[in-house]
T-cell receptor
Framework: TQLLEQSPQFLSIQEGENLTVYCNSSSVFSSLQWYRQEPGEGPVLLVTVVTGGEVKKLKRLTFQFGDARKDSSLHITAAQPGDTGLYLCAGGGATNKLIFGTGTLLAVQP | DTAVSQTPKYLVTQMGNDKSIKCEQNLGHDTMYWYKQDSKKFLKIMFSYNNKELIINETVPNRFSPKSPDKAHLNLHINSLELGDSAVYFC????????????FGEGSWLTVV
């Protein structure tokens, strides 16, 4: 069974701080996606990475896919209250089936 | 315009009842999904349809029966509801193929009492 473990599970920080969320698995994925989910809404895609070692930046968010394509990280610089939400990584394989991570609930206090 | 819309958004029902959740997407996608998110926020795929054809059917009780009348609609019918069925159910859609963006609906919050 493919599993994606995220850490930390919960994170509460002050506005302006930096943070990193990790997504780890023992399985290899052909692609890795990161989603953000706000209360009462469905997850919304932030980024897709497909190459081992790939780094993508989205404003203050930096995403990295591990060299072996088994793990990924999301780094947020100077967090803002608007970054608050549930962050989910999701691994893709040979089919349309996405395996979602266990989630990281981020709260950024003003 | 809402890309993936599902109804109802909230549903409270008694154990043993049968209920349906409807989903429609206006993105022209071939592939539609149902996901279940439990109280710990864990999101797991239940079903996937490609152009009205079932392609993924995870280990889901057969009380859950998806129906796709056309490629823009994927409804979920649940028979004999149990307490453990309480969760948020998300409909989603994507283009056919691996690694494409999946667009989620806003979720249907089902509470079984």
């Amino acid at each position: 069974t493919q599993l994606l473990e995220q850490s930390p599970q919960f994170l509460s920080i002050q506005e302006g701080e930096n943070l990193t969320v990790y997504c780890n698995s023992s399985s290899v994925f052909s692609s890795l996606q990161w989603y953000r989910q706000e209360p009462g809404e469905g997850p919304v895609l932030l980024v897709t990475v497909v190459t081992g070692g790939e780094v993508k930046k989205l404003k203050r968010l930096t995403f990295q896919f591990g060299d072996a394509r088994k793990d990924s990280s999301l780094h947020i610089t100077a967090a803002q209250p608007g970054d608050t939400g549930l962050y989910l990584c999701a691994g893709g394989g040979a089919t349309n089936k996405l395996i979602f991570g266990t989630g990281t609930l981020l709260a950024v206090q003003p | 315009d809402t890309a993936v819309s599902q109804t109802p958004k909230y549903l409270v029902t008694q154990m043993g009842n049968d209920k349906s959740i409807k989903c429609e997407q206006n993105l022209g996608h071939d592939t539609m999904y149902w996901y279940k998110q439990d109280s710990k926020k864990f999101l797991k795929i239940m079903f996937s349809y490609n152009n009205k054809e079932l392609i993924i059917n995870e280990t889901v009780p057969n009380r859950f029966s998806p129906k796709s009348p056309d490629k823009a609609h994927l409804n979920l019918h649940i028979n004999s509801l149990e307490l453990g069925d309480s969760a948020v159910y998300f409909c989603a859609s994507s283009r056919r193929g691996v690694g494409n963006t999946i667009y989620f609906g806003e979720g249907s919050w089902l509470t079984v009492v």
